[in-house]
């Protein structure tokens, strides 16, 4: 792939998965925010903003390494992390494993940008 549709790939994964987090906090049945579910998504967000630099952030000049190791992990950790805390529940969840999925392939699609 080339640089520019991985960057398109990774910008429409990043906002899916941002996405189905925000419509995970508000399908609680009740309205009580979900404070993970609300981290979550401003943190993808706010790592794509970063790593595209769409906003100057005169402390990451110099550190793009750095945040591409901070987004791969993010994003590998919320996959942990949604298999630690459902146990066995996690695969009966298809709006999770959906997301998931999407995760794995943001992780491809940052894998293969760095390597371009």
Same mark, same amino acid.
């Given at each position: 792939?080339?640089? +520019? #549709?991985?960057? !398109? $790939?990774?910008?429409? /994964? #990043?906002?899916?998965?941002?996405? =189905?987090?925000?419509?995970?906090?508000? !399908? #609680?049945g009740a309205f009580? +925010?979900?404070?993970a579910f609300i981290a979550n998504a401003i943190g993808?967000?706010?790592? /794509?903003a970063a790593f595209f630099k769409w906003v100057n952030l005169p402390f990451l000049k110099g550190r793009e390494k750095s945040l591409w190791y901070v987004y791969l992990g993010y994003t590998a950790l919320t996959i942990v992390a949604y298999f630690a805390v459902n146990g066995a529940k996690s695969f009966s969840n +298809?709006?999770?494993?959906?997301?998931?999925a999407i995760e794995v /392939? /943001? =992780? $491809?699609?940052?894998?293969?940008?760095?390597?371009?």
């Open positions: 792939m080339n640089r +520019p #549709t991985l960057r !398109n $790939a990774i910008v429409v /994964l #990043t906002l899916a998965t941002a996405a =189905i987090h925000l419509y995970l906090n508000f !399908n #609680t009580v +925010p979900q404070p993808y967000v706010a790592l /794509l +298809p709006v999770g494993l959906a997301d998931k /392939l /943001l =992780i $491809a699609a940052l894998w293969f940008h760095k390597e371009n």
